[in-house]
């Protein structure tokens, strides 16, 4: 989630802050709820679940969807990361002062 003074833009789901809401995420059933509540506060996650709908998805095959294309985001995040680690040149090294 990016956090501004006039604004909060919600990508996908928020991280469990709470002690409530880890525990919640530890059951299929309140992942559900999780995911429910991201459908509301999440642009991405409202566009998934109105695709489904229109698609006439049915429970099951709206969360197959969601998760195959969650982790299609996942595998392309992680390789623009080795990408980029591979393109940026690394600092030099310095040995450390004697204190």
Same mark, same amino acid.
């Given at each position: 989630?990016?956090?501004d003074?006039?604004?909060? $833009?919600?990508?996908?789901? @928020? +991280?469990?802050?709470?002690?409530t809401?880890?525990? %919640?995420?530890?059951?299929?059933? &309140? #992942?559900?709820r999780? $995911?429910?509540r991201?459908? @509301? +506060?999440?642009?991405?996650?409202?566009?998934c679940? %109105?695709?489904?709908?229109?698609? &006439? #998805?049915?429970?099951?095959e709206?969360?197959?969807t969601?998760?195959?294309?969650?982790l299609?985001?996942?595998?392309?995040?992680?390789?623009?990361?080795?990408?980029?680690?591979e393109?940026?040149?690394m600092?030099?090294?310095?040995?450390?002062?004697?204190?």
């Amino acid at each position: 989630m990016t956090r501004d003074r006039y604004f909060t $833009i919600q990508i996908g789901l @928020r +991280e469990p802050e709470t002690p409530t809401e880890v525990e %919640e995420a530890t059951t299929v059933a &309140g #992942m559900r709820r999780i $995911i429910n509540r991201a459908s @509301r +506060e999440s642009s991405i996650v409202c566009a998934c679940f %109105e695709k489904a709908w229109i698609q &006439g #998805m049915t429970s099951e095959e709206t969360y197959v969807t969601l998760a195959y294309h969650a982790l299609i985001s996942l595998q392309k995040a992680v390789e623009e990361n080795i990408h980029l680690h591979e393109l940026l040149p690394m600092p030099a090294q310095f040995p450390k002062m004697p204190p």
